[in-house]
C-alpha cells in the first residue's frame, strides 16, 4: 500500500485544495452562500485539459474539482488543477493593457486603453506587412486559447505559426513514431498505460509529471500488478515502485535500447507473428544490430548484461501487453528522433502497437468549422527550416524561427505575437531569443502574468484566465472521443478580456472582418455545436459530450501509414535523406573534469514557470532544489540544505539554490526541477526563488532529422555561497 501513496490525486473534495497550505480555508469560507453554483469547464494550469468543475459561490470561485463524466479527469484533478482559484486570484496578474515607455527589458511601461494598445499594434502590423510582407510576422504560442490568434495570423497572410511544444518538448517523438509505424504520439498520448502489464519509462518520470489521466492509469496498472522498469540516472519517484531500476549514464539510451532488441531477436523472444505480418526491413535491422550485445551496451551504458538481458526477456513474457513509454519531452541530446525510434521499434518487435496494454488508437469527434473565407496563400514558405533545413519536420519549429529573426536567412521576422508561452524560459540559450528580439519592430505579449518576455514587449495585453473566459471547442482524440467547452465562471477581473476578443477587435482592425463574421463568441460556439447536434445550452449543462469508442486495437487488415504500408524497422526514408536507416549509438560528448551534467524535470506541484507564482501552490512549494549525489557532495564538502550556486561550462551562474544531497541521483549529474529562478521583478511570489535551468542551457545540440534542440548538453560546477 505505502509504495503507491503518492499516485493518490486529490479526490472530488476539497481536501486537495485544502490541503494546500490551507490557503483556500484562509479567504473563502462563508457561511451559507447566497449564491452557489457549478461551472463546467477545462483546466490550464497545464496543457492536458482535463474537465473541471469550478463553484462560485457568491460571485467568486471557491473551489475546481474534476469533472466526473469528462474522460481525461474522471472526477479527480491533479493538485495543480485544485489549486486554480490561485491563479485566477494571483494579486500580481496583468490588469491592464501596457506600453512599453523605456528601454527593452527595463520594465517600464504605462497603462493604455484596449483602443489605444490594439490600434498601435494593428498599424505596426499594417506597416510590416507593407514593407516586408505579410510572412514577416510570426506567432509564438502555447495553450487552448491560442487558436484564435492562429486564426488571426494565417489570416493575415503569415505561415509562421510555432509552438514550443515541438521543437523543444515532443517533436522528435512524433517523427520517430511516425517513420516507423506512420503515426505520431499526439496529445493526450494513445498509451494504454491501465491495460500494460510491464511498463518500461525511458525517462519519463510519470507521478513527478503528472498528466492527471496517465497517473491515474498508471496506478491502476500497477493496482492490477503490472510490472515496472525505470530507466533514469535519477532516482524518480516512479523509480520507488519500479521492479528494475536501471540508473543509466545520460545520453547512453539508444545502446540500450538496442541492446534489448538484440537479445530479443538473439533470443527468437520478439513477436514473430506480428513482425512477419507487419513488419518491414526486419532483416536488414537485425543484421545491423547484431553486434549491439548486452556485454556491449553494459560498457557504454554502466547497467549490468545480466539486467539488460532479464528485463528483456521480462518484455518478453508480458508481449504484447507491453509498453515502452514513448515519454513526452525528449529534446535531450539532439539524437532524440533516433532515441524515439529505438523505443518505436522495440514496442513493434513487441507487437504492442494496437495492442492491449500497449497503444491504442485514438479517434477524435468532428466538429464542423465556422465558414469563413480562405486564407491567403503566403508568398513564402515558413521561415523556421522545418521541412528544408530539417527535412522531416512536420511542424514549425519556435526556434528555427527564432534563428530566421536572427540570421536574416531564409528572411527576417519582423514582428513577433508571443501568446501563453515564457519563451525565455522555454526557449534554448535566451541570450539567442533577446539577440532576435533586438531585430523586432513589434513584440506583442498576452499573457496573464508579468512573465519575463513580457518585459522585452512593445505592447503588453492582459487576458482573462480560464476561469473567466470561453474559448474554442476543444475536441479530443482519445479512446472515448469527446469534445468540450471552457466557459467563464466568473466575469474576467481587472481590464483583462478574453483571447476570443482580441483577435477578433485586432482581426476587424486589420481590415480582416470577414474572418471574424460573429457578433460575440456564444454566436460562434452555438453554430458550431449546432452542427453537431448540440447547443451552447446544452454544453453550457454538461461541459463535455462523449462518443462511442471506436476500433481501440489492430484488426486483421491493418495498414500502416509508412512508405511501405507497414512498421519499417528499416528506414529508407531515413537513408535517402542521409540519416542512420536503423537507429546507431553515438557517444555524446563528455563535460569538462569538475563538472556535471545538467538534467532537468518536473515538480508534481508546478508547471514550469507557470504555476510557481501561483500563492496555493508556492505555499507547498516555493523554491526549487539542486540535487547532487551524496558522494560528490561529500568531495565537494557540500552539506545538505546549504545554498549553492551552479555556473555552467561558459561561465553562467544560478542564482543561489539549495542543495539536496541525496543518494537518488549519479555523480555525474545535478537536477533542477524547471520554471524557477524567475527574475521578473513584478512575480512577486516567484522572483528570484530558486535557480533557472533556462538561464543554464546556454549550449543545446540540434536534432538534425527535424530541429528539435537537445538541452542535457550542458554542464556545470557547483560552488559554495560564501
Ligand atoms: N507536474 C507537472 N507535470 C507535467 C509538466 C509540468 O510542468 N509539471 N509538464 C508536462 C509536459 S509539457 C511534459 S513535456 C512532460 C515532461 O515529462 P517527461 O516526458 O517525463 O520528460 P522529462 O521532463 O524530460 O523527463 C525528465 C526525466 O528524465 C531523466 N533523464 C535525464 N537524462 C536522461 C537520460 O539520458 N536517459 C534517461 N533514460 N533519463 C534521463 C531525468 O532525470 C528526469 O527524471 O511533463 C508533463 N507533465
Ligand atoms: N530549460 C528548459 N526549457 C524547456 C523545458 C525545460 O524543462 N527546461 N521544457 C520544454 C517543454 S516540455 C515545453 S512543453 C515548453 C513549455 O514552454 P511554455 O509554453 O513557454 O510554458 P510555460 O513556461 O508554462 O509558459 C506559459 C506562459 O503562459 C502564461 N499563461 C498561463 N495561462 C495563460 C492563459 O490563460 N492565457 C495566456 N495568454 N497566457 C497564459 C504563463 O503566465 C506563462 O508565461 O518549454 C520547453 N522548454
Ligand atoms: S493534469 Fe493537472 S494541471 Fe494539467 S490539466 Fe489536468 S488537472 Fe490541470
Ligand atoms: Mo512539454
Known amino acids: 500500500m505505502e509504495r503507491r501513496r503518492f499516485l493518490q490525486i486529490a479526490g472530488g473534495s ?26 463546467a469547464g477545462f ?34 484533478l491533479c493538485p495543480r488543477g485544485n489549486a486554480g482559484t490561485g491563479a485566477l486570484y494571483d494579486p500580481d496578474r496583468l490588469k491592464r493593457p501596457l506600453i512599453r515607455v523605456g528601454g527593452r527589458g527595463s520594465e517600464r511601461f504605462r497603462e493604455a486603453s484596449w483602443e489605444e494598445a490594439l490600434s498601435l ?88 509529471n503528472m498528466h492527471n489521466t496517465q497517473v491515474q492509469e498508471f496506478a491502476e496498472a500497477l493496482r492490477k500488478g503490472a510490472r515496472l522498469a525505470v530507466v533514469d540516472p535519477r532516482f524518480s519517484t516512479a523509480a520507488g515502485k519500479a521492479d528494475w531500476y536501471l540508473p543509466i549514464k545520460p545520453g547512453t539510451d539508444i545502446a540500450l535500447l538496442m541492446a534489448w532488441a538484440n537479445v530479443l531477436i538473439t533470443e527468437e523472444l520478439y513477436d514473430k507473428a506480428y513482425v512477419e505480418k507487419y513488419g518491414e526491413g526486419f532483416e536488414p535491422f537485425r543484421q545491423a544490430i547484431a ?46 528522433t533516433q532515441r524515439s525510434r529505438a523505443i518505436a521499434i522495440l514496442n513493434g518487435l513487441l507487437g504492442s502497437w494496437g495492442r492491449p496494454g500497449g497503444f491504442y488508437f485514438p479517434s477524435g469527434a468532428t466538429v464542423p468549422k465556422y465558414p469563413v473565407p480562405e486564407y491567403p496563400k503566403p508568398a513564402r514558405g515558413t521561415a523556421d527550416g522545418s521541412g528544408s533545413r530539417y527535412p522531416l519536420a512536420d511542424e514549425t519549429l519556435a526556434s528555427g524561427l527564432c534563428d530566421a529573426t536572427i540570421t536574416g536567412a531564409p528572411y527576417r521576422a519582423k514582428g513577433w505575437i508571443v501568446y501563453g508561452t515564457n519563451l525565455l524560459q522555454s526557449l534554448p540559450d535566451p541570450r539567442r531569443t533577446l539577440k532576435a528580439i533586438q531585430q523586432l519592430e513589434l513584440l506583442v505579449v498576452v499573457d496573464v502574468l508579468p512573465v519575463e518576455i513580457a518585459g522585452y514587449a512593445d505592447v503588453v495585453l492582459p487576458e482573462a484566465t480560464y476561469l473567466e473566459r470561453y474559448d474554442d471547442l476543444y475536441a479530443g482524440t482519445f479512446r472515448e472521443p469527446f469534445v468540450a467547452l471552457r466557459q467563464p465562471a466568473v466575469a474576467p477581473l481587472y481590464d483583462s478580456k478574453p483571447g476570443w476578443w482580441i483577435a477578433r477587435e485586432l482581426g476587424h482592425k486589420l481590415g480582416l472582418a470577414a474572418y471574424f463574421p ?26 463535455v459530450i462523449t462518443y462511442a469508442a471506436q476500433d481501440l486495437y489492430l484488426g486483421p487488415d491493418h495498414k500502416f501509414d509508412t512508405p511501405s504500408g507497414k512498421v519499417e524497422f528499416y528506414s529508407a526514408l531515413l537513408a535517402q535523406a542521409g540519416f542512420d536507416p536503423v537507429p546507431r549509438y553515438r557517444p555524446q560528448a563528455e563535460g569538462p573534469p569538475g563538472y556535471k551534467r545538467l538534467i532537468f524535470g518536473r515538480s508534481p506541484l508546478h508547471t514550469f514557470g507557470r504555476t510557481t507564482n501561483n500563492r496555493v501552490l508556492a505555499s507547498v512549494v516555493r523554491e526549487n532544489e539542486a540535487w547532487i549525489s551524496t558522494s560528490a557532495a561529500a568531495e565537494l564538502g557540500i552539506r545538505n540544505g546549504e545554498r549553492i550556486r551552479l555556473v555552467n561550462q561558459e561561465g553562467i551562474r544560478s542564482n543561489t539554490v539549495r542543495a539536496k544531497v541525496t543518494k537518488r541521483i549519479r555523480p555525474d549529474c545535478v537536477y533542477l526541477v524547471h520554471g524557477f529562478g524567475h527574475k521578473a521583478p513584478k512575480m512577486r511570489a516567484a522572483h528570484g526563488r530558486g535557480a533557472s535551468d533556462s538561464d543554464l542551457v546556454s549550449s543545446f545540440a540540434v536534432d538534425p532529422i527535424m530541429g528539435g534542440t537537445g538541452m542535457f548538453v550542458n554542464f556545470v560546477k557547483v560552488e559554495r555561497e560564501a
Open 121 to 208: 499594434i494593428a498599424a505596426r502590423m499594417q506597416a510590416i506587412k507593407a514593407r516586408y510582407g505579410p510572412e514577416a510576422m510570426a506567432l509564438f504560442t502555447h495553450g487552448h486559447g491560442g487558436s484564435f490568434f492562429s486564426h488571426l495570423l494565417k489570416a493575415y497572410g503569415s505561415p509562421n505559426v510555432a509552438a514550443p511544444s515541438y521543437a523543444q518538448c515532443r517533436g522528435p517523438r512524433e517523427v520517430g513514431f511516425q517513420l516507423t509505424f506512420g503515426t505520431g504520439i499526439g496529445s493526450p498520448e494513445n498509451t494504454d498505460i491501465a491495460n500494460s502489464r510491464f511498463l518500461v519509462l525511458i525517462g519519463s518520470h510519470l507521478g513527478e
Open 291 to 336: 553486434a549491439d550485445t548486452p556485454e556491449w551496451a553494459a560498457g557504454i551504458t554502466e547497467i549490468p548484461a545480466g539486467t539488460i538481458r532479464a528485463v528483456a526477456r521480462e518484455m518478453a513474457r508480458q508481449k504484447p501487453n507491453v509498453l515502452i513509454h514513448p515519454g513526452r519531452h525528449v529534446t535531450w541530446y539532439g539524437d532524440d
Open 43 to 76: 483546466c490550464e494550469l497545464c496543457f492536458w485539459k482535463c474537465g473541471i468543475h469550478a463553484t462560485v459561490e457568491n460571485g467568486r470561485v471557491v473551489k475546481v474539482e474534476g469533472h466526473p463524466e469528462h474522460p481525461l479527469s474522471r472526477g479527480r
Open 14 to 39: 476539497a481536501a486537495g485544495a485544502l490541503s494546500l497550505g490551507g490557503w483556500l480555508l484562509q479567504s473563502d469560507a462563508p457561511e451559507a452562500p447566497a449564491e452557489s453554483r457549478q461551472v
Open 518 to 543: 460573429w457578433n460575440n463568441i456564444e454566436e460562434y460556439l452555438d453554430r458550431r455545436l449546432k452542427g453537431m447536434n448540440s447547443s451552447l445550452a446544452e454544453m453550457k449543462k454538461k461541459g
